[in-house]
């Protein structure tokens, strides 16, 4: 097993069905605050249901398609970063993140965030690397504007969630952005 420093008492960590009870219990602490932007803080409402979503990450990480990590705060699981999408045949991949209320304002989810695209990038060589997020979710917004990200454009009303069809606003980096980008950090 391993873990990755991102900040002071925070470590990313794979997230897989063995943690359960524990992304469960995160998951009812998060659902309210992450619930009007990432599904699986509302579909996740029992420990089979969180088991499944933990499933469902295993399969595509064992299909490499997709990865899903936690982010721990002092021991407690608060938050989480994945690759909703990771296509190896167009080197493309879409990062998400979510947190619950008690771990915001300490960059972790922007930590996280770069762990994950310097490995797509450097690792795995993603040549574009997107983030999606709802026009309405200012936070998500400021994070991809904090990682260098650009704004694309917009998807208008292209998803529909929790009765309100949102605006999705398509942010992405290409790695010679991302390894220019960094090399002057």
């Known amino acids: 097993m391993f873990a990755i420093p991102v900040g002071e ?20 602490r998060a659902r309210e605050f992450a619930g009007p932007w990432v599904p699986m803080t509302v579909k996740v409402t029992d420990l089979d249901s969180a088991r499944q ?18 982010v721990w705060l002092d021991g407690t699981l608060v938050g989480g970063v994945f690759f909703r999408v990771f296509d190896i045949e167009t080197d493309s991949c879409e990062v998400g993140v979510w947190l619950q209320p008690s771990a915001t304002g300490r960059g972790l989810v922007t930590a996280a965030a ?25 936070p998500s917004k400021a994070v991809a504007k904090r ?11 292209s998803f529909p969630w929790q009765g309100i069809r949102h605006d999705m606003e398509v942010w992405s980096v290409l790695a010679p952005e991302w390894r220019a980008a960094r090399a002057a950090r």
Do not use: C
Request: negative net charge.
């Open 9 to 28: 008492g925070a470590e990313l960590r794979p997230l897989e069905p063995w943690n359960a009870e524990e992304f469960l219990e995160h998951i009812d």
């Open 53 to 70: 979503v933990l499933q469902r990450y295993a399969d595509k990480q064992a299909a490499d398609t997709g990865r899903l990590y936690g």
């Open 114 to 138: 770069r762990v994950l695209i310097d490995w797509a990038v450097d690792q795995r060589g993603m040549h574009r690397v997107e983030w999606l997020v709802s026009s309405l979710n200012d």
């Open 147 to 157: 990682l260098g990200l650009v704004r694309d454009g917009v998807l208008r009303e």
